[in-house]
């Protein structure tokens, strides 16, 4: 994959937005894979953890936007405990997420869920998948 | 001896299979688990986000709720709700400005700078009873239980909230160890169940299960012990799933602590639930032996 950086990307609101939310360093990691390696669903995602981070310190907003992998997270912590370097990725996810939920799209329509599974699963569920996934 | 106890929206309907036998356990222990007055709901998971402070008022506010009772330590059943608790609180102690953000959001609360300890039961067996303590209240050892200790997420991760080691914790083969039973440490034991993933892609959380069931049953494991509502529910649905597709893969019985813990100390099945429980486990814990219920237990506690 080719990508084109520019200092403009570097610049932009998106990469502004995920570290003020996130109170990450993104330039912190060294894209060792740690998070990639330890995730239970990274074989589920379509851009792995590690590649998140790069897109999101180069500015790739649309690169983002376009994969699935911020809505697979669960927010494990495997790949947060598991870094060398110290840096949270699950707070970087957390803010991908919100910068998309906060423009009221959200990922799951609460009406969407049949009503057999709202009896079924567990409160926890419901409440964390719904603030998980819901702006 | 009375202590605080949160016990959080599940396990007062999907999770009674959690919570009464451990309240009957710690009484048998002699220690009431006193339910907290006024408790709402910690809001299952915790805010990842720096500017999102009203998410953290729901914890909080529960964690108040024991300061106004003079208590210093609050007992949790749930793991979700451990964590949520517990970072909050941490939040609470250690970020000055975002404290007294919160603080002055809830002015009609009495201030709060993280006085209250969020604890876990397992926590309280391990460090107030004491492993050897708890195996000479034990009426009925598990003994030829081989029990697989499912950890999850939440009892260990963030590393700052960790009830035990992140990599190799031991509290769950302490705690079988004390009922007579026999723990199979497996290596996926901390591996993630799905966890809320089942809201939004219910398909996938087989997957999520298999390499769990796979390496406690290659183990040798016939039996999963876990702490978790959202594990037990994830991992139950899973396996079932996995059974239905897949000829050959054998049913293991998924147990909470807190209903082994009953079992042991004699409390018998009553209390324990187990039509709540996923599968059929009494006829397994028949054919164990396990399913006696024996005289009372002298208590621990004063």
Same mark, same amino acid.
């Given at each position: 994959?080719?990508?084109?950086?520019?200092?403009?990307?570097?610049?932009?609101?998106?990469?502004?937005?995920?570290?003020?939310?996130?109170?990450?360093?993104?330039?912190?990691?060294?894209?060792?894979?740690?998070?990639?390696?330890?995730?239970?669903?990274?074989?589920?995602?379509?851009?792995?953890?590690?590649?998140?981070?790069?897109?999101?310190?180069?500015?790739?907003?649309?690169?983002?936007?376009?994969?699935?992998?911020?809505?697979?997270?669960?927010?494990?912590?495997?790949?947060?405990?598991?870094? +060398?370097?110290?840096?949270?990725?699950?707070?970087?996810?957390?803010?991908?997420?919100?910068?998309?939920?906060?423009?009221?799209?959200?990922?799951?329509?609460?009406?969407?869920?049949? +009503?057999?599974?709202?009896?079924? *699963?567990?409160?926890?569920?419901?409440?964390?998948? /719904?603030?998980?996934?819901?702006? | 001896?009375?202590?605080?106890? !949160?016990?959080?929206?599940? *396990?007062?309907?999907?999770?009674?299979?959690?919570?009464? +036998?451990?309240?009957?356990?710690?009484?048998?222990?002699?220690?009431?688990?006193?339910?907290?007055?006024?408790?709402?709901?910690? %809001?299952?998971?915790?805010?990842?986000?720096?500017?999102?402070?009203?998410?953290?008022?729901?914890?909080?506010?529960? @964690?108040?709720?024991?300061?106004?009772?003079?208590?210093?330590?609050?007992?949790?059943?749930?793991?979700?709700?451990?964590?949520?608790?517990?970072?909050?609180?941490?939040?609470?102690?250690?970020?000055?400005?975002?404290?007294?953000?919160?603080?002055?959001?809830?002015?009609?609360?009495?201030?709060?700078?993280?006085?209250?300890?969020?604890?876990?039961?397992?926590?309280?067996?391990?460090?107030?009873?004491?492993?050897?303590?708890?195996?000479?209240?034990?009426? *009925?050892?598990?003994?030829?239980?081989?029990?697989?200790?499912? !950890? %999850?997420?939440? *009892?260990?991760?963030?590393?700052?909230?960790?009830?035990?080691?992140?990599?190799?914790?031991?509290?769950?083969?302490?705690?079988?160890?004390?009922?007579?039973?026999?723990?199979?440490?497996?290596?996926?034991?901390?591996?993630?169940? %799905?966890?809320?993933?089942?809201?939004?892609?219910?398909?996938?959380?087989?997957?999520?299960?298999?390499?769990?069931?796979?390496?406690?049953?290659?183990?040798?494991?016939?039996?999963?012990?876990?702490?978790?509502? /959202?594990?037990?529910?994830?991992?139950?649905?899973?396996?079932?799933?996995?059974?239905?597709?897949?000829?050959?893969?054998?049913?293991?019985?998924?147990?909470?602590?807190?209903? @082994?813990?009953?079992?042991?100390?004699? /409390?018998?099945?009553?209390?324990?639930?187990?039509?709540?429980?996923?599968?059929? +486990?009494?006829?397994? @814990?028949?054919?164990?032996?396990?399913?006696?219920?024996?005289?009372?237990?002298?208590?621990?506690?004063?």
């Amino acid at each position: 994959m080719f990508v084109t950086v520019s200092s403009k990307r570097l610049r932009r609101e998106f990469v502004k937005k995920v570290k003020e939310l996130s109170g990450q360093n993104l330039q912190l990691c060294y894209q060792c894979g740690m998070c990639t390696g330890n995730c239970p669903a990274a074989a589920n995602m379509d851009v792995s953890p590690r590649r998140i981070i790069e897109l999101a310190r180069l500015g790739l907003e649309e690169d983002i936007a376009n994969s699935k992998t911020v809505w697979i997270c669960a927010s494990c912590l495997a790949c947060t405990v598991n870094c +060398p370097r110290g840096f949270d990725l699950s707070r970087v996810m957390e803010a991908i997420r919100l910068l998309t939920l906060r423009k009221n799209i959200d990922h799951v329509r609460p009406e969407d869920i049949p +009503p057999q599974e709202r009896c079924e *699963l567990p409160q926890i569920a419901m409440v964390s998948g /719904l603030r998980k996934f819901t702006g | 001896m009375s202590l605080a106890y !949160y016990p959080g929206c599940t *396990l007062k309907t999907k999770a009674r299979n959690l919570e009464e +036998p451990a309240v009957a356990s710690m009484e048998a222990l002699g220690f009431k688990l006193d339910e907290l007055p006024r408790w709402n709901c910690c %809001g299952a998971v915790y805010s990842l986000a720096e500017d999102d402070l009203i998410h953290q008022v729901a914890p909080v506010r529960n @964690l108040i709720r024991a300061k106004e009772q003079g208590k210093d330590e609050l007992v949790t059943l749930c793991a979700f709700c451990f964590n949520t608790l517990k970072r909050a609180n941490l939040l609470m102690k250690e970020d000055a400005e975002k404290r007294n953000t919160i603080n002055s959001f809830m002015n009609e609360e009495v201030d709060y700078s993280g006085e209250v300890k969020a604890v876990h039961l397992l926590e309280v067996l391990r460090d107030d009873i004491g492993w050897e303590a708890l195996s000479q209240k034990v009426k *009925l050892p598990l003994r030829e239980l081989k029990a697989a200790p499912y !950890y %999850g997420c939440t *009892l260990l991760r963030p590393r700052e909230i960790a009830i035990d080691s992140v990599e190799d914790p031991a509290i769950l083969r302490e705690f079988l160890k004390a009922l007579g039973a026999s723990p199979v440490d497996f290596p996926e034991s901390t591996r993630c169940c %799905g966890s809320y993933q089942v809201v939004s892609s219910p398909d996938a959380i087989a997957e999520y299960a298999r390499p769990i069931f796979n390496s406690a049953l290659s183990h040798g494991a016939e039996a999963m012990i876990l702490t978790c509502p /959202l594990c037990d529910y994830n991992l139950g649905r899973g396996q079932k799933e996995l059974i239905e597709k897949q000829s050959g893969f054998r049913e293991m019985p998924i147990f909470y602590f807190t209903q @082994l813990l009953a079992l042991a100390l004699g /409390l018998g099945p009553q209390v324990c639930h187990f039509e709540l429980n996923h599968g059929s +486990p009494e006829s397994f @814990l028949k054919e164990k032996n396990l399913l006696s219920q024996v005289e009372s237990v002298q208590p621990i506690g004063g």
